[in-house]
Every structure is written in structure tokens, then in C-alpha cells.
């Protein structure tokens, strides 16, 4: 039977059943930000991001579903917003429901291609990511952006196309407004 699992829809948090927490700090997060120099001056054990994961099944098993919720803290470096390192899923052809709970947001997706593009996140806004999607999300508020996430057991992170090759763009604060800058 399933735990009592319970979302406490002001913060999003997930309680009543053993979770996978992950945390995400700046040292964590080198080679992600455009500006090295700027990543290099804010505090290494600062954190960035913070992720709750119900895991009702083993991680790769066929048929199952994940819920998570992923806390985003306010923060800059230099113009680019606090985010999550992003991701394909390892299995292409899964994809996965992002849900708001709290703060100001983007999602950015990028097709296999490289096409680009994002959503504003606000409370109550849900998001398809399609399969053969990298997503990663950055918190354009000042307050902790938090927004619940399910996926299929068998989707997998792959983590090593970002890391090594990024997003062909990249949300950055333009004059006050989050803007999609194309990577040089
Ligand atoms: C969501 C889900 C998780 C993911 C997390 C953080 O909660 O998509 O699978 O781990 O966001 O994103 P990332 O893994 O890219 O750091
Ligand atoms: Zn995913």
C-alpha cells in the first residue's frame, strides 16, 4: 500500500514517507554558470537547489513513477539565476510533469536539435516536458522557487550531454527582465 504521502501545498514539501533528499551547493555547480569568475566568488557551500524524491520503486525499474520537489534558492551569479544543472533523461523517450508551488521561474527545454526555449513558472502553472527534452529550471524571483515533479521510473538522468555541452541558451537578468540570451 502507498504511504500517507502528503504535498503541503504553501511550500511545496513532501512529508510521510522515507525520501531521497539531495542537495545541490555552489561547489556542486562548477562548470554551470556562464561567469567562472563570479561562480568562484560566492560561497562554495552555499545552496543553490535542494530536491525531495519519492522512489515507491528501485530507480530503473520499468512501470513506476517518481514524485519530487525541487526547492530553488533566490540568488545571481553575475546576471545568470540561481538554476538546476538540467537534464535528458538517459531513456530519450520518457518525458515528465513540472507543477509550481511557490516563487517566479523559467523552464528551459532544448530539443535534440538544440532549439531552445522556455516557460514562465508562476503557482498553479504546469509544464509537459516531451521526451527528448533536456529541462533545467532557474529561479528568476527572490524568493525560493518550488515546484513538484513526476516521472517515470525508467527515465534516467543523463547529466554528462549538459555538463559537457550545455544549453544552447541561457536565461539571464537583461535590464531587469529574464531574458533567453543565445550562447555564443
Ligand atoms: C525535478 C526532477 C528530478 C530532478 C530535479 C533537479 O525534481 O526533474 O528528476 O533531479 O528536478 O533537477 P536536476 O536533476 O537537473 O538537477
Ligand atoms: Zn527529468
Redesign the pocket.
Same mark, same amino acid.
Given at each position: 500500500m502507498t504511504p500517507q504521502l502528503t504535498v503541503d501545498f504553501l511550500t511545496g514539501a513532501i512529508s510521510g514517507a522515507p525520501l531521497q533528499e %539531495?542537495l /545541490?551547493t555552489v561547489a556542486d555547480m562548477k562548470g554551470y554558470f556562464r561567469d567562472e569568475v563570479a561562480w568562484q566568488s560566492l560561497d562554495s557551500q552555499r545552496v543553490v =537547489?535542494r530536491?525531495q524524491?519519492f522512489l515507491p520503486v528501485r530507480e530503473g525499474e520499468e512501470g513506476g513513477l *517518481?514524485l &519530487?520537489?525541487?526547492f530553488i534558492e533566490p540568488g545571481m551569479v553575475a546576471d545568470e539565476y540561481f538554476m %538546476?544543472? &538540467?537534464?535528458f533523461h538517459r531513456n530519450r523517450n520518457r518525458s515528465?510533469f513540472?507543477i509550481t508551488i511557490t516563487g517566479r521561474g523559467a523552464l528551459i527545454l532544448m530539443d535534440e536539435g538544440r532549439r531552445t526555449v522556455f516557460e514562465p513558472m508562476e503557482p498553479g502553472s504546469v509544464h509537459y #516536458?516531451p521526451f527528448n527534452t533536456a @529541462? /533545467? #529550471?532557474a529561479n528568476t524571483g527572490d524568493s525560493v522557487l518550488s *515546484?513538484?515533479?513526476c516521472?517515470p521510473s525508467d527515465?534516467g @538522468?543523463d =547529466?554528462g550531454t549538459i555538463a559537457s555541452k550545455g544549453f544552447s541558451a541561457r536565461i539571464r537578468k537583461i535590464n531587469g527582465v529574464a531574458t533567453l540570451v543565445e550562447e555564443p
Amino acid at each position: 500500500m502507498t504511504p500517507q504521502l502528503t504535498v503541503d501545498f504553501l511550500t511545496g514539501a513532501i512529508s510521510g514517507a522515507p525520501l531521497q533528499e %539531495t542537495l /545541490r551547493t555552489v561547489a556542486d555547480m562548477k562548470g554551470y554558470f556562464r561567469d567562472e569568475v563570479a561562480w568562484q566568488s560566492l560561497d562554495s557551500q552555499r545552496v543553490v =537547489y535542494r530536491v525531495q524524491a519519492f522512489l515507491p520503486v528501485r530507480e530503473g525499474e520499468e512501470g513506476g513513477l *517518481f514524485l &519530487g520537489n525541487t526547492f530553488i534558492e533566490p540568488g545571481m551569479v553575475a546576471d545568470e539565476y540561481f538554476m %538546476t544543472k &538540467g537534464h535528458f533523461h538517459r531513456n530519450r523517450n520518457r518525458s515528465e510533469f513540472y507543477i509550481t508551488i511557490t516563487g517566479r521561474g523559467a523552464l528551459i527545454l532544448m530539443d535534440e536539435g538544440r532549439r531552445t526555449v522556455f516557460e514562465p513558472m508562476e503557482p498553479g502553472s504546469v509544464h509537459y #516536458v516531451p521526451f527528448n527534452t533536456a @529541462h /533545467r #529550471v532557474a529561479n528568476t524571483g527572490d524568493s525560493v522557487l518550488s *515546484f513538484l515533479a513526476c516521472w517515470p521510473s525508467d527515465a534516467g @538522468h543523463d =547529466y554528462g550531454t549538459i555538463a559537457s555541452k550545455g544549453f544552447s541558451a541561457r536565461i539571464r537578468k537583461i535590464n531587469g527582465v529574464a531574458t533567453l540570451v543565445e550562447e555564443p
